[in-house]
Structure formats: structure tokens, C-alpha cells
């Protein structure tokens, strides 16, 4: 097999920011290559270089694609040639149906008349390629992540799709939504379509990929081959992070304590659909120093429950108590639940958790302006020294805290929504996914920032999708599913096949 | 990821010409504003910049001004008041049926008209905050609802004329404070026939205070490692601003002296700039302008921020009214009418955005002060209102595409 694509020597600059420095990339006719790295390290970049987003002269290098120099103007052009992007933020239109998403740009019409007959046809038959069974005018709102990830790749298959570029396609599914997309990307594969795909889950590249190249600060590290050499997750983990990695899970001290937060009886109606009963009377506790873990599907009421417990921020006709060290306390608006001791790391970052268009400092003190200011006063050198202390403690790639956090990459991103909360001082944490989109080593250090809050005696409460995390971090676990909690395990007791067997016998 | 070396080890003139790139839109505003006096100054050989042309441009622009204050920050907060004019029209209208007709004294008229207006924003802000009504359309209907009730309250006539004390709001100087013997010593010196030196001293003071408050900053940004302006960039743009506040004061101290607008307006601008800039309010309404959900979800108490907004968009609209009434010395049905469309501009024109969390005080006054200016100049010069309606549009049309076109450069 030959060569399909060879992007050679890409250099990209953004005013501050060496993103890409002498990237090379080879990509065999026919294979699954996944592209791995650290957050920042400038994988999507790489790929909007190739798919034409940055156009051709916007950056240094030569792309090679199907025997000849290609030099893309914009995205219609690589689409043209048969290259198509899904980007890490999926790009579909919520209140249009799936048939008119699939086709949106490239309708099938005569004389500009849309051909329904058609488009429904045409949807039923690439729906059903990519193993979808849904009507092909259900809003595409309606759906849920993983399934909205399968039209995105149908609506690839649309379009005589030779290069697929999946960027990051799985951190938002759950673990069987995942293995179906993989499925799928290796169906496809037989049948001659090449793809590229970054993630950050090392097993899932391990399944599927035939190469691996893996790059570290905008540079090329390593490209490994299935084929000639064994890939494993060692070896990848060691060539991002620059370093072994003996463990994936820090060492925690367990330290259980008194009862520091409780819920009890906590129910809730779905916002629109009054007689939905969403969380069905919820029980929990975490006690100081506990990291306690929510594991359960996707749509299992995990997100549900904590925003509800969060200042009421989703549902209706909520009731139930919250007591943190036993008082009662008043969660009803979310400045009481803060002024409470709360705090909520939301797993969809970009419309919950950022304001995209504002820096970094801007964002890590938003929630928590009293600790930057006096007497409604703003102190701005307090501030940037506040936004720089967590650049450093979480790491966070960037040239400066005045960035828009736009312009940061999804990792990053994560970790200032992270700060945000650390900073506001909460003593009790619900994160949402917390390590959504971060790569293994800035995983490391969230957990091990995990662990010292709850040394520090705070209660941690973790939603994950990810079951190896929830098993390695958490000293209990609850089981949710159709918004009960179905289940309690201990850290002994845990294990994916019980989690599953709660799920599945209720 | 590397971090570029470029803005360490460059030469200075790349380094000026990136950082020009990326701030072109607060130095375009400022050079449009120069071109533009410079241009008229030449096309009416002369009157633009007179004394008595400069006091009056203060005047007639002061309620445009003071009304772009309110709007800039319930633009930032992702709304629209369409209603500004109608309320100034109908405050204006309120004021003189109070003091012309019922002998109301004039300083408790003013206070009862203040309240009204925050009254007026109040009753339009609980709708767009607690119902979730867009706001285009609940000012859209104050608009009509305030136009109407003028009318009806003026019952379709002029009412005036006003009291002295009333109209000094407006028509009003500051007096000399100094011995007339010194504004004289300055007069010979200057060879002007007059000088104000209350006037000359408040110019001086606040471009001190303006280079002092800058120079601080940069200290401030060099200590974090700021990426900030070049020098030569810093020195050029306070002799430009040092320049023309002194110049311009100097041409008032020789005329009347500070006019009382001019000072309401400096300090309700000083006191917004650093409202929105400085404090946490300020912050908060940036913030939820930015993404109100996010904001929402970080404990910021978004409904009762936007409620605030249109409170305080009421009580300027209402100081704007009571300035124009006292201004013309009489309220009129038709006062008002449309002016909210001149407000709106100078906002966009300062470089505020349509879907909210950003927008700056200064950048919304010198954006008034633009529009003023070319009103004022293409006045002068005769241009008919046909075509001052004409080119007004095709620059605010201009000034967002550049925006627009700058924001895509940056990517
Ligand atoms: N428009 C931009 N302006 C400035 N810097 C940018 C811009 N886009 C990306 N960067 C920077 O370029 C670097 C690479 O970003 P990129 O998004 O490619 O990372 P990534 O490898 O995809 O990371 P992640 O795994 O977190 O998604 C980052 O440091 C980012 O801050
Ligand atoms: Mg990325």
C-alpha cells in the first residue's frame, strides 16, 4: 500500500503561539492512523491545516495528498477531494432533522427545489450504513451524543468520503457507544475508506489503529506501525508525555470521616414535560475526604441530578433536602448553593462552563469575583497573580493568562473550567466528567489534584463515563440508571462487571 | 506548543506593526475620529474647531452621549433599547408640564423625573429579565407607548419657556473660580481676548491624570509580562489624547469655560468606564453579555443584572430628557424622535458587539463623539439631511464590517 497523504515540515503560527513546528505526517492508503498527543500539543490544529480550515499559505510545509501537491483554499476544497473533518465540537443543527442535517450544504434538489422523496431515501440508506435506526426526520436536538456522532459520520459518508477525520469522536460517548463507532470505523475501513483519529483513550487506539504518530509540543515524536512492531499503551503514553508512566492512578490515602454532604429524597420533573419524573428520590452522602463516584449510562440522570442539586439549575418541581455536616443548607439558587459550599465542573464546557470570548483570568475568577476584589472593587493584579498560580498548578499550554480561552485547546479549556471551581473554594466538588478530552498525563495530575482535595477534608463527587477512572479514583461508588440510584459498592466491592449487572438487573 | 520568540528577540518595527494588527480597532476608532475633524476642519476652513463650534458641538451631542453610557451596557449584557428616544421625549415633556404648567420646583421636578425614567426601565427590564421577552420587542413597544404618551401629555403643543436655574442644565457654564487677573496674564499671553483658567486647569488636570492612570498601567502590565504596547505606540496616542484634550480646553477657556454638560458628562463617563471596568458589577454584566448560561451556572444572578441594565438605561434616558428640554427651553411632541438610532450607532461604531460581552464606555463615547462631529461638520458645510442621513449609515456600515473583518483576521 502507498502512501495517501504526506503533509511534510507543517509550520503554524498563531500571534504568540508556535502550534505546529516542522509536523510530518504519513498516512497509508487504506489504514486507520490515530494522532496522539497532549492537550496543546496541536493535533486539531494539524488537522484543520489539512482539511483546509487554515487555507493553504496560512502556514509552511507542503501537503502531498493522492500523488500531487494539494494546496486547499478553504474546507469545500479538501471535501471536494474527498477529505472530511469531524471537528471535536460537533457542528450539527439541533432543531433540524436528521435528513435535513445529513444533506445541509449539499441538498438534494433539482432547479432548487428540494427532492424529499430522495433526501428520506438517501438518509434511510446511509443510516443504515452507519447503523443508526432512527426516522429520518427526527431533530437531530433529540438525540444524544453518541447518536449525533453517527450523523455526523453518515453525513461524511454523504459525500464520497476517501480521508474520515475524527477529532476526538469518543470523549463524549458512553463505553458501548464508543465501541460501536469503532466498529464502524473498522467496517469502513474495509471497505476502502482511510481515516484519521485522534483520541486520547490509548485502548481504543490500540483496537483499532494500524499506525500511531504520536507528537509532543507541535513537533513529531514518534510514528509507530502495527504492522512491524507491537503497539502498546506504554510505549505511546512514554513518547507524549516525555516520560514512563507506572501508574495511571495516583496512590490515594483513604480517609473516611464524618458525613460532610447529604441529599436525601431528591426528586425532579423533566423542565418541559411536567409529569416526567426525571431523578426519582435520590439518596446520597459524601463524607469529608470521600471521593465518591456516580457511574451509570449516558442519559442515566447522572447530569440531571447534580444540576438539580446544583441551584436548581435544571428540572422542575424539585424537593427533597441537602444538609452539608448535617445543617440543612438552601441549594435553590446557584449564589446560595456557591455561598454553600458547592461547586459544579460541568461536562459540556463550551456552552455551560466558559465564556469563550473572554481570557483565561477573565474565566478563572468568574465564579468567585470576591476573592479578586474589595468591596466590589476589582484588583486586577490580584486577579492575574490568581490566574497564574492555576496556569501553573494545573498546567495549563498557553503563552499568557490574557488568551481568550477561545483560542485554547479542548484539554486546556477543561483545565480552566477546573480552576474556576478550585478557586471559588468549595467544600463540596461535583464534577461532571472532569477529564473529558484531557490527555493521560494532565489526567495524572487531575486526579492527583482529586486526591488532595479530599486530603484536605473536601468531598468529591465524581460523574464519569469512564469506569476505569471511577474504579481507580473512587472510595464508593453509587449505580444510577432511569434517574434512581440502583446501587452502592464500596471500592472493594466495585468492578465493571457489577457496575454493569446493578445497570442492567433493574 | 512553543512559545513564540518573536515578541523578545524582533526588530521593533515587526513588533509594532503586529501589535497594530491586533488592536486595530481601538487605534482605527481614534484615527477615524482625527481624520475626520482634520477633514472638516479644512472643508469649513475653520469653524469646525472655533471655540463657540466646539461648545456647541458639547451641547448638542451631551444627551447622545449621556443615553450611550446606559446603552453600552445593555448592549454588553446581549439586549437592545429601542425605546431611549420615546422616554427622553416623554421625560423632557414630563419635566415641563411639571415645572411650566403645575409650578413644580424645579429640583424636586428633576429628582421626580430621574425616578420616573428608572421607573419606565424597570417596568420594560421585567419583562426582558424575568419573562424572557426579547428585548427588541419590549422596547419596540415602549417606543410607541412613550411617543404616544408625549403627545398626550403635551397635548400636542410646545410647552416652555423654562426657568433660568432649569436651563443652565444644559445652556449653563462653570464660573471662573481664579482671580481674573491671571486669565487675563494667560490672555496676553496666548493672544486670545480671554482665558478661563478654571477651564485651562481641568484640561491640564485631567491629561496629567490621563498620562499618570496610563503610565501606571503599563508598570502594572510589564510587571505580569503582558505582550503590551510598543512605546513609541503608548507615547504617540497620549500626545494625540494629552493634545487634543488641551487644545480643546484651551479653545473653551476662551470662549464661556466649561460648559455644565462637559462636566456632567466627564463624570457620569468616568463613573461608568470605571464601573464597567473596574468593579465586579461591571464584570458580572460582561460576563453574562458573554454566555449567560455559564454565567448564570457561576452563581451570577443574570435576571436581576438585565433588570438593572434597563433601571439604569431609564434614569440616563430621563437625564438625557431633561437635558434636551432645558437645552431647547421647551419640550416639543417630537423630541426624541429617533434618536435612539443615533445612540445604538455611537455604541456599534465604539466597537461593541451585536451578540453582547463586548463594548467599552470610552469606545461608545468617541463613537457619539464621531457621529456628533460629522453631524455638526456636514451642517456646517450645508450638506443637506438627505445626504448627512445617507453617509451616517454608510459608516456605521463601515465601522462593523470592519469589525467583523477584523475579528475573521484574527481567526
Ligand atoms: N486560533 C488560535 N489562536 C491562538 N492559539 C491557538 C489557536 N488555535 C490553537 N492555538 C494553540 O495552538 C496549540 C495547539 O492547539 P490544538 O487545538 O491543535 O491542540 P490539540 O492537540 O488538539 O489539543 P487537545 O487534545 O487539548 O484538543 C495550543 O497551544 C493552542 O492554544
Ligand atoms: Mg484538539
Known amino acids: 500500500m502507498s502512501a495517501l497523504l504526506e503533509m511534510r515540515s507543517i509550520t503554524k503560527t498563531f500571534p504568540g503561539v508556535k502550534a505546529l513546528d516542522e509536523v510530518s505526517l504519513t498516512v497509508r492508503e487504506g489504514e486507520i492512523h490515530a494522532l496522539v498527543g497532549e492537550n496543546g500539543a496541536g493535533k486539531s490544529t494539524l488537522m484543520k491545516v489539512l482539511s483546509g480550515v487554515y487555507p493553504a499559505g496560512s502556514y509552511e510545509g507542503e501537503i502531498h495528498y493522492s500523488g500531487g501537491l494539494a494546496e486547499f483554499r478553504n474546507i469545500a476544497d479538501s471535501e471536494k477531494r474527498g477529505i472530511i473533518i469531524i471537528h471535536q465540537e460537533l457542528a450539527l443543527v439541533p432543531l ?70 475524527l477529532d476526538e469522536p469518543t470523549a463524549a460517548l458512553s463505553e458501548s457507544d464508543s465501541q460501536a463507532l469503532l466498529d464502524l470505523l473498522l467496517e469502513l475501513k474495509a471497505q476502502g475508506v482511510t481515516s484519521i483519529i485522534i483520541s486520547h483513550k490509548l485502548n481504543e487506539v490500540r483496537r483499532v489503529a494500524d499506525s500511531v504518530t504520536v507528537i509532543r509540543d507541535g513537533a513529531t515524536v514518534s510514528s509507530m506501525d502495527a504492522r512491524t512492531q507491537e503497539i502498546t499503551e506504554d510505549a505511546i503514553v512514554r513518547d507524549m508525555v516525555g516520560r514512563d508512566m507506572a501508574h495511571r492512578y495516583p496512590a490515594r490515602r483513604r480517609v473516611a470521616k464524618d458525613v460532610l454532604f447529604e441529599v436525601q429524597n431528591w426528586n425532579v420533573w423533566h423542565p418541559e414535560q411536567s409529569d416526567r419524573q426525571v431523578i426519582k428520590s435520590a439518596n446520597l452522602k459524601v463524607c469529608a475526604g470521600e471521593v465518591v463516584g456516580i457511574a451509570g449510562l449516558m442519559g442515566s440522570g447522572r447530569t440531571e441530578l447534580a444540576m438539580s442539586i446544583f441551584g436548581r439549575s435544571y428540572g422542575q418541581n424539585i424537593s427533597g433536602s441537602a444538609r452539608i455536616k448535617g445543617q440543612e443548607v438552601d441549594v435553590s439558587r446557584v449564589d446560595r448553593a456557591i455561598d454553600a459550599g458547592l461547586a459544579y465542573v460541568t461536562e459540556d464546557r463550551k456552552s455551560l462552563g466558559l465564556i469563550l470570548e473572554e481570557p483565561i483570568s477573565r474565566n478563572v475568577s468568574l465564579a468567585h469575583l470576591q476573592g479578586v476584589s474589595q468591596n466590589g472593587i476589582l484588583n486586577d493584579n490580584l486577579e492575574t497573580e490568581v490566574a497564574e498560580r492555576y496556569r501553573k498548578a494545573m498546567n495549563i499550554r498557553t503563552p499568557s493568562v490574557f488568551q481568550k480561552v477561545m483560542n485554547l485547546s479542548g484539554g486546556n479549556q477543561q483545565k480552566v473550567v477546573l480552576s474556576k471551581w478550585l478557586f471559588a473554594e468549595p467544600g463540596v466538588l461535583i464534577l461532571d466528567e472532569p477529564t473529558r478530552g484531557i490527555d493521560v498525563g494532565a489526567k495524572f495530575e487531575i486526579y492527583g489534584i482529586i486526591n488532595e482535595l479530599s486530603a484536605m477534608g473536601k468531598g468529591v463527587l465524581m460523574i464519569s463515563s469512564e469506569m476505569p477512572e471511577l474504579l481507580g479514583m473512587c472510595d464508593r461508588i453509587y449505580v444510577m440508571n432511569e434517574g434512581a440510584l440502583v446501587g452502592e459498592l464500596t471500592a472493594e466491592e466495585a468492578s465493571q462487571e457489577r457496575i454493569m449487572s446493578l445497570i442492567v438487573t433493574e | 506548543m512553543t512559545l513564540a520568540q518573536a515578541t523578545t528577540t524582533e526588530a521593533e518595527p515587526m513588533r509594532i506593526g503586529e501589535y ?278 457561576s452563581g451570577i444572578k443574570t435576571e436581576r443584572l438585565t433588570f438593572l441594565a434597563f433601571v439604569n438605561m431609564g434614569v440616563l434616558a430621563a437625564a438625557a430628557g431633561l437635558v434636551f428640554a432645558a437645552r431647547l427651553n421647551t419640550a416639543t411632541p417630537k423630541a426624541g424622535f429617533a434618536l435612539e438610532l443615533d445612540v445604538i450607532a455611537a455604541v456599534f461604531i465604539g466597537g461593541a458587539s451585536m451578540s453582547g460581552g463586548v463594548g467599552t464606555i470610552v469606545g461608545a463615547v468617541v463613537g457619539a463623539f464621531l457621529m456628533g462631529v460629522l453631524n455638526n461638520g456636514m451642517s456646517i458645510m450645508g450638506i443637506g439631511i438627505d445626504y448627512q442621513q445617507m453617509i451616517k449609515g454608510l459608516v456605521l456600515l463601515a465601522a462593523v464590517i470592519f469589525d467583523v473583518y477584523n475579528k475573521s483576521k484574527q481567526g
Not at chain 2, 466646539?54 to 448592549?75: E, K
Not at chain 2, 433660568?164 to 494667560?186: H, K, M, S, W
Open chain 2, 20 to 297: 497594530l494588527l491586533g488592536h486595530l480597532r481601538t487605534y482605527g476608532l481614534l484615527f477615524a475620529l482625527i481624520a475626520i475633524m482634520i477633514f472638516f476642519q479644512i472643508s469649513t476652513s475653520g469653524t469646525l474647531l472655533r471655540p463657540v463650534n466646539i461648545t456647541n458641538l458639547l451641547l448638542q451631542n451631551s444627551y447622545i452621549i449621556i443615553m450611550a453610557l446606559g446603552m453600552l451596557i445593555v448592549i454588553v449584557s446581549g439586549n437592545i433599547d429601542l425605546s431611549v428616544g420615546s422616554v427622553m421625549g416623554f421625560v423632557g415633556a414630563l419635566a415641563a408640564v411639571m415645572i411650566v404648567q403645575l409650578d413644580v420646583p424645579y429640583l424636586l421636578a428633576i429628582v421626580i423625573c430621574l425616578v420616573v425614567g428608572g421607573l419606565i426601565g424597570a417596568a420594560q427590564g421585567y419583562w426582558v429579565a424575568y419573562w424572557k421577552i426579547p428585548s427588541f420587542i419590549v422596547t419596540l413597544a415602549g417606543m410607541l407607548v412613550f411617543r404616544g404618551l408625549s403627545l398626550l401629555l403635551l397635548e400636542g403643543q410646545s410647552v416652555g419657556p423654562f426657568p433660568r436655574e432649569f436651563q443652565a442644565l444644559a445652556n449653563g457654564f462653570v464660573a471662573d473660580v481664579f482671580p481674573a487677573g491671571i486669565g487675563q496674564t494667560f490672555a496676553a499671553m496666548f493672544g486670545a481676548r480671554q482665558v478661563n483658567v478654571l477651564a485651562l486647569g481641568v484640561g491640564i488636570i485631567a491629561a496629567v491624570a490621563i498620562v499618570w492612570s496610563g503610565l501606571r498601567a503599563r508598570a502594572r502590565n510589564r510587571a505580569y509580562g503582558v505582550v503590551d504596547e510598543p512605546r513609541a505606540f503608548f507615547i504617540a496616542r497620549n500626545v494625540i489624547v494629552v493634545g487634543a484634550i488641551v487644545f480643546i480646553m484651551f479653545k473653551l477657556s476662551t470662549f464661556r469655560g466649561l460648559p455644565n454638560v462637559l462636566i456632567t458628562m466627564g463624570v457620569l463617563t468616568m463613573i461608568y468606564a470605571f464601573l464597567t471596568e473596574r468593579t465586579v458589577l461591571g464584570r458580572r454584566v460582561y460576563a453574562l453579555g458573554g454566555n449567560q448560561k455559564a454565567a448564570k451556572l
Open chain 1, 96 to 165: 433540524l432533522s436528521i435528513a435535513e442535517n445529513l444533506f445541509l450544504g449539499n441538498e438534494q434538489a433539482s432547479r432548487g427545489v428540494i427532492n424529499w422523496h430522495g433526501t428520506f431515501r438517501r438518509t434511510e440508506e446511509l443510516l443504515h450504513k452507519v447503523g443508526l435506526r432512527e426516522a429520518p426526520t427526527t431533530l437531530v436536538g433529540k438525540l444524544g451524543v453518541g447518536k449525533q456522532q453517527l450523523v455526523e459520520i453518515a453525513k461524511a459518508l454523504s459525500k464520497e468520503v476517501r480521508l474520515l477525520i
